[in-house]
């Protein structure tokens, strides 16, 4: 079976490596998988992609169409016309998308209308708020999707809501999620290699001479709700930097997060904030594992929080990550100063109703391609 891997984006990176993975070891003892792997080029610096290329071991891409930045109609545009013509050439039996962004829409609508099934994996979220550029993309892809591989039993009851469900000519599975057996698979590796801590002074020595580390926050913000409104994000900044007072806050830049500052004169203005540039992955999971508490507009950083045991604040008005929520572990704080602070404060709080066990399947990467190898049969 051929499929066509369709990615661009630093969380697709990480969503796509699990499935590789469970590809290679489908490999080794049944019927031959082949990958081509399709990069459109929608992040491009060193620190968003080739870093993650290297650390997560994913194959170069057999296809780079070097799409790079737009308004969402050119990148999404110019993505469409050079993944038809590869889909085209390669003729795959299926096509696989992953999350929400402009790169999974545009593989999605690409592969549709040739008739290709797509393969969406992480389907069916929603925020109900359609503003959001992501949740037209992931609409727009659910509805075109053949396969729906759902993260959590939310995510098919949403499906459901819009009269998308497990029939016939359309598969709608609960496999887990992706991300989850990247955490698996990388905080290890994380544990043993990263020496973040080290380079960012986060430890500090006990008069025993133990090394110890210290109490940090570590934040992250790249939502264009909150980076392209220059209130809310100087908001946001705000509470960060009050945050900063008391402890480190560690804050690796997303690039539209830097240009937006940047434009606004807000770089250099709070002096409390460790801004720096991104982080690869496996020191970001050792930021995460080891934070006090985690500050996040990010979908992908949330649900790491969790299974990480890491308390976080969501620095939006809703989350798709409901379970993270419920479970204690998470909570929503919009973009306001004072409501960022209040949540931080409110996080002991909520300790009370924390599960020790993480809901949570392994082996989703696994799921899919078992099922799709299946359906090919
Ligand atoms: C995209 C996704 C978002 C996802 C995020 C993950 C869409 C609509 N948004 O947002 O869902 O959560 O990726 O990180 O697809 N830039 C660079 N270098 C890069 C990449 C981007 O400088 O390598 C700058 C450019 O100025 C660009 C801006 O960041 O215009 C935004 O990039 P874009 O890919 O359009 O969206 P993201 O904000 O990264
Ligand atoms: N991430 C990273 N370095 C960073 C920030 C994030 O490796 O400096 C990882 C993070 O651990 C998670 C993924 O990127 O696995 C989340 O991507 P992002 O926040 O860009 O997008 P989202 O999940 O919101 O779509």
């Known amino acids: 079976m051929k499929i066509v891997t369709v990615v661009g984006a630093r969380p697709q990176f990480i969503k796509a490596a699990a499935v590789n993975r469970a590809i290679h070891q489908w490999n080794k003892k049944k019927k031959r998988i082949r ?9 491009y610096d060193v620190l968003m992609d080739k ?24 990148q999404t545009g110019m993505m469409l016309e050079r993944i038809e013509a590869v889909l085209k050439k390669e003729k795959p039996m299926v096509v696989m998308v992953y999350g929400d962004t402009n790169s999974t829409l545009a593989g999605a609508l690409a592969a549709a209308k040739l008739n290709i099934p797509v393969a969406h994996v992480e389907a069916g979220l929603r925020s109900d708020d359609r503003t959001m550029p992501e949740e037209i ?23 459901l ?25 990388y905080s290890k590796l994380a544990e043993e290699k990263s020496t973040v801590l080290k380079d960012l002074n986060l430890y500090f020595s006990t008069p025993n001479s133990e090394h110890r580390t210290q109490n940090y926050y570590l934040a992250t913000l790249h939502r ?11 908001s946001i900044l705000k509470a960060l930097d009050e945050l900063g007072r008391k402890m480190p806050v560690i804050f690796p830049l997303h690039p539209r997060t830097k240009k937006m500052m940047n434009a ?12 720096m540039e991104p982080v690869s992955y ?14 996040t507009d990010s979908g992908g950083v949330q649900k790491e929080a969790y299974w990480l045991r890491t308390p976080c604040v969501t620095l939006r008005e809703v989350t798709e990550w409901g379970y993270t929520v419920k ?35 392994r082996g989703a990467g696994e799921a899919i391609v078992r099922f799709l190898s299946q359906w090919s049969l």
Not at 148 to 155: H, K, R, V, Y
Not at 283 to 292: F, P
Request: aromatic share 6%; charged share 30%; net charge positive.
């Open 161 to 185: 809501r819009e009269g998308i469900e497990d029939e016939k000519t359309r598969k709608v599975k609960n496999v887990g999620d992706v991300m989850y057996d990247s955490i698996l698979h």
């Open 35 to 43: 990958e081509i792997l399709v990069h459109t080029g929608q992040h």
């Open 282 to 295: 496996l020191n970001m999971l050792k930021l995460e594992k080891n934070a006090e508490a985690i500050l």
């Open 137 to 159: 993309n992931r609409l727009l892809t659910d509805h075109v999707s053949t396969f729906l591989f759902c993260p959590t039993d939310q995510a098919i009851q949403n499906l």
């Open 264 to 275: 606004s004169h807000l770089l250099s203005r709070f002096k409390n904030i460790k801004c």
């Open 327 to 361: 479970e204690g572990w998470n909570m929503v704080s919009g973009w306001r100063t004072f409501d960022i602070l209040q949540a931080i404060q409110k996080l002991s709080i909520l300790k009370k109703r924390r599960k020790k066990e993480i809901g949570q399947q």
């Open 51 to 74: 870093v993650f290329f290297e650390e997560l071991a994913l194959p170069r891409p057999n296809y780079h169409l070097g799409v790079g930045s737009g308004s969402h109609a050119e």
């Open 224 to 234: 264009a709700e909150n980076t392209d409104d220059p209130k809310r994000l100087r």
